[in-house]
């Protein structure tokens, strides 16, 4: 789990810049909401439309934590609605209700136009999450064209079926893979008080990547002699943002997933051999024949050894980038750049 390589002020104006784009055609989130109001509601709907309008430019703009308060005040009106339509049926066919429900609040905010439109894609791309933000396993590069293109899906943090006033909300849509969208998280419930959110939350202040090797045996590719781990930082953790980040990581199955990538640790463990002060000064000292040095900073000295980024504003880059991080920092790696 990584955190996306973006400033909050940065993710700020581009959420302002998706509530622009969703005010105007081919959206028209005001107007669609508009109409509903004028459509003559019953009581139950109309209290909760007109909140829905009031708040409507914070729902698609704020932070996770003030769409969590959002929703304190709109679920019950949400829950209103829905039991006022179910008065009378028999408790099986409520389901059904609720669909319809959805689908009547979902035709405001419209996640299926928006997941088709160039809007997504070009979100997509100025997000710049070319990793899944949850597994750090997968690439998610957006490319464009008229037919053929591709991008990350969008995991709503907030599922729609819960909660569907928030299905195009800018911090409710994670660029991820389809393994951890579809597959993994399906329709688990997540909310900020329990899940790690990728764009607020840095996870390498709670939990890093760790393997209990043994036997020695391992460097000549016995691979089940040691497990990769996740596991606190260190005792001064913030207890609360880890217990967060461990449920995101039982949902994505992440220890599971990164043991089947033991061989991205077996070349680290022989790089820690290899490799010593002397021989990564060669590096930092070795330049082009224009005489142009090679690396300028320690620290690619140390990316281009483990073959991985190292800094937090690149860990989303790069597959893996934070397994091999933390790994390479236990096995000493990060030790060989303090006398550089």
Known sequence: MITIGKSLTELDKLAKQHFRLLKGNPFSIENALAAKLASGLPPTEMAFYNEVHIRLRDIITKKPSELENHRTILSPLYEAILTARTVGIPPKQVKAVRKILNSEIMRIFDYDKFSRSKHAYDLAEKLGANVCLYCNRQYTFTLKGKTD?????????????????????????????????????????????????????????????????????????????????????????????????????????????SNMHKDYVVELIRKSYYYNEEKLRQLKEFGTKAGNPLFSSNEEVLEFVIGNYIRQDKLGDRVLAKLTKDIAKQLGLFDLLKNL
Do not use: W
């Not at 599922?159 to 991820?176: Q, R």
């Not at 760790?210 to 002699?225: E, L, M, N, W, Y």
């Not at 005792?235 to 994505?252: H, M, P, W």
């Open 149 to 257: 293109k591709t991008r990350p899906q969008f995991d709503h943090f907030y599922d729609k079926g819960t909660n569907p006033y928030f299905a195009v909300s800018f911090y409710n849509l994670v660029p991820s893979c389809s393994i951890c969208n579809s597959n993994l998280k399906g329709s688990d419930v997540f909310n900020i008080a329990d899940n790690f959110h990728p764009y607020i939350d840095n996870c390498d202040d709670v939990m890093s990547f760790r393997i209990d090797v043994t036997a020695v045996d391992f460097i000549h590719g016995k691979k089940k002699s040691f497990n990769i781990l996740l596991e606190e930082e260190d005792s001064t953790v913030d207890t609360v943002l880890y217990g967060r980040a461990q449920k995101n990581a039982e949902t994505f199955r992440i220890i599971d997933l």
